[in-house]
């Protein structure tokens, strides 16, 4: 069992920066794939970039160059570095892990078994 909890969503003006966190805590938090994901009402929920226990990355094309996900296995933590926001960005961002260590793309929500409760973001040109 693994149990998420995001901060660091907020209202930011389109060009700026942010950075999601998700605190994760369980048995296998330094070792699940852990994920970003996004959703806007009425779309699919989106995964925007995954990494593994060793620190190695997937992104999504649509964010890539954009979006940054790192984690910290010694504290337990999962952040989302997100530059130049685009009024496309708006959404609701989870944090998710799988109850497997491997990644892999696509990003996709079938393959996470836990998640957080979602923090929004809201960006206005």
């Known amino acids: 069992q693994v149990q998420l909890v995001e901060s660091g969503g907020g209202s930011v003006q389109a060009g700026g920066s942010l950075r999601l966190s998700c605190a994760v805590s369980?048995?296998?938090?330094?070792?699940?794939?852990l994920a970003w994901f996004r959703q806007t009402p009425g779309k699919e929920r989106e995964g925007v970039a995954n990494?593994?226990?060793?620190?190695?990355?997937l992104y999504a094309e649509s964010v890539e160059g954009r979006f940054t996900i790192s984690r910290d296995n010694a504290k337990n933590t999962l952040d989302l570095q997100i530059h130049s926001l685009q009024t496309e960005d708006t959404a609701t961002y989870y944090c998710?892990?799988?109850?497997?260590?491997?990644?892999?793309?696509?990003?996709?929500?079938?393959?996470?078994?836990?998640w957080g409760q979602g923090t929004q973001v809201t960006v206005s040109s």
């Open positions: 369980g048995a296998t938090a330094s070792t699940s794939c």
């Open positions: 998710a892990a799988r109850e497997l260590v491997t990644c892999f793309s696509p990003i996709l929500r079938s393959s996470y078994a836990y």
């Open positions: 990494v593994d226990r060793y620190g190695a990355t």
